[in-house]
Nanobody, 119 residues
Framework: QVQVVESGGGLVQPGGSLRLSCAVS????????MGWYRQAQGKQRELVAR???????IHADPVKGRFTISRDNAKTSLYLQMNSLRPEDTNVYYC?????????????WGQGTQVTVSS
């Protein structure tokens, strides 16, 4: 079993900061790419940022310059530093990981963490 657990969401005022964390645990060989996605009610899930196994990153245009994705050296934990938050950043944020389980690559998602930006 592989578990993906996010933490760090909450309520913050516009212009504030939050740091999301994601931990992958369980029985697996290794993790390749990891990413953060977000989904507002009634809308499709969208990419926020993604980090590959070589450390290269992709940030979606709406968050460039404000959000930064990173991961730990063991590559089992993922982070999203969110600065200069705006009301439109209000969403449920999901962690995603490409995980090698046995000899099969599988996609795993966390349960999501709510981020609300409001005064």
């Amino acid at each position: 079993q592989v578990q993906v657990v996010e933490s760090g969401g909450g309520l913050v005022q516009p212009g504030g900061s939050l740091r999301l964390s994601c931990a992958v645990s369980g029985s697996f060989v290794r993790i390749n790419a990891m990413g953060w996605y977000r989904q507002a009610q009634g809308k499709q899930r969208e990419l926020v940022a993604r980090i590959l196994s070589d450390g290269s990153t992709i940030h979606a245009d709406p968050v460039k310059g404000r959000f930064t994705i990173s991961r730990d050296n063991a590559k089992t934990s993922l982070y999203l530093q969110m600065n200069s938050l705006r009301p439109e950043d209000t969403n449920v944020y999901y962690c995603h990981a490409d995980v090698l389980v046995g000899d099969t690559w599988r996609h795993f998602w966390g349960q999501g963490t709510q981020v609300t930006v409001s005064s």
